[in-house]
């Protein structure tokens, strides 16, 4: 055992993380520690998760018949269930669709362990996260090992990496959260059995090098919104002025009702200053639920949502905007241009020198929109089509997908101008 495998099985936190380069003992670290909890908890359930189950055939489940002893426990194929002589079980299980998490709905473990975390999407980890609990009195957790990179990336950073620094215990709300950096020099026993994992980590592009081989979790290739910065694009609510124009630009659908409410200073300057972010609603429970988010008084110039909307529906023979109108709610139809519309945003996040030479966005959004500070910067490049964003995970799309159609119809690009002498600094500070 490595000194940060031990570190991993150690951890008390609630959440715990264990990641970085490829080749640092993880998925290892992972067993043992399975191993460990089945034996000295008599009677546990625990579940470890790949995001398929051909991942689980080819690494975890083979690890764990080489590793667990067969005095102790025996492994039941068809289930992919170790049953231990003391009454604990460890189920391996997978969530490759967004929905096979309802597969767990009934379930309870004392602990669900993640194998390479970035490969699920948040949503499928915090509808996870409600499956830890029970009443025996044992240790309740979560824990989990990844490399940098793959589409849960940005989530996973902004959850473990970014609030504390490595080894350190990190207090919120639901409990407490760690995160254990790997790099390859922590597993000595890896470079001694093969001596030339390293050089073949070095052959890879310089992307995949800077997450298998160095651990870095500040990557950028693929994002589509590479300019995104909190400290840039983020800031604390304020008080909005009155005399700026107020929009609401939705993304609906029974999966998910994205809302944003996005204000506009007479210079052309926006902020998104609200979000509502809801799934499973009716057209007359989105309507009420935006509805209740609007404070007594609040005049909104325009509502927008998307040419999809205007299409009728055969069970009413009503199309869903005027399914919304009958519920108080009015909307003008939104640019569906979905390359135009990214340009258009492009152009928004894209900081400018204004006219007292502070550098800034014409587009901010308040830090209180959660959903839309997480998806942005998550959004990949389309592999078909570079010009375009990725449609999956469907999950990052809905906020958006909001903000495109505001982008999109209310935005309008400044006309070119000459490159000027501060254009070089504006690009210097992009490249910090």
């Known amino acids: ?33 399975a191993l460990r909890f089945a ?20 690494s975890l489940v083979p690890a764990s018949l080489r590793l667990y002893p067969q005095s102790i426990a025996s492994y039941k194929v068809s289930d992919h269930l170790w049953q231990f002589v003391n009454g604990s079980a460890l189920e391996f299980g997978y969530c490759d669709a967004e929905s096979d998490v309802t597969k767990y709905q009934s379930a309870e473990y004392d602990v669900i362990r993640f194998d390479e975390l970035t490969h699920f999407t948040e949503s499928q980890f915090t509808y996870l996260l409600s499956r830890v609990r029970g009443t025996n009195g ?21 959850r473990y990496i970014d609030p504390a620094p490595p080894d350190m215990v990190a207090e919120y709300d639901g409990g407490t959260r760690i995160f254990l950096p790997a ?10 059995a093969d001596k030339g994992y390293e050089k073949r980590l070095r052959l890879l592009s310089p992307h995949d090098r800077k997450a298998l081989l160095d651990g870095v979790w500040e990557l950028n290739e693929g994002q589509y919104f590479s300019e995104f910065s909190v400290p840039l694009h983020v800031t604390p609510p304020y008080v909005v002025p009155k005399h700026w124009r107020r929009y609401l630009t939705i993304d ?19 902020v998104a200053y609200r979000e509502l972010y809801r799934p499973g609603l009716i057209i007359s429970e989105a309507a009420a639920a935006i509805l209740s988010c609007e404070p007594s008084g609040e005049h909104i110039d325009c509502r927008l949502a998307p040419p999809d909307l205007w299409n009728r529906r055969q069970e009413t023979g009503k199309s869903a905007v005027e399914l919304f109108a009958d519920c108080g709610l009015d909307f003008d139809k939104s640019s569906n241009e979905r390359v135009a519309g990214w340009l258009a945003l492009h152009e928004l996040l894209a900081p400018r020198r204004d006219e007292h030479g ?57 006309a070119p101008v000459q490159p000027t002498a501060y254009d070089c600094e504006i690009g210097e500070f992009l490249a910090y």
């Open 138 to 158: 044992f240790p309740k957790q979560v824990k989990s090992t990844t490399n940098p990179g793959g589409v849960g990336h940005q989530w996973v950073k902004t």
């Open 358 to 414: 502070e550098v800034r966005p014409k587009l901010t959004i308040f830090d209180t929109c959660r959903n839309l500070i997480r998806t942005l910067p998550a959004l990949q490049h389309d592999a078909r089509n570079p010009s375009d964003v990725a449609n999956t995970p469907h999950e990052l799309t809905h906020a958006p997908d909001a903000l495109r159609g505001y982008a999109a119809t209310i935005y309008e690009p400044p």
């Open 252 to 270: 609906y659908g029974l999966d998910m009702l994205a809302a944003l409410w996005i204000a506009q200073s007479p210079d052309g300057y926006s």
């Open 183 to 192: 790099r390859l020099s922590d597993n000595p026993f890896l470079q001694r």
């Open 39 to 58: 034996v000295v908890y008599p009677g546990s359930r625990q579940l470890m998760l790949r995001r398929t189950m051909p991942e689980l055939e080819r």
């Open 1 to 33: 055992m490595t000194r940060r495998q031990a570190a991993f099985i150690q951890s008390d936190a609630f959440e715990t993380l264990f990641g970085g380069a490829a080749g640092g003992g993880k998925s290892h670290g992972q067993l043992l520690d």
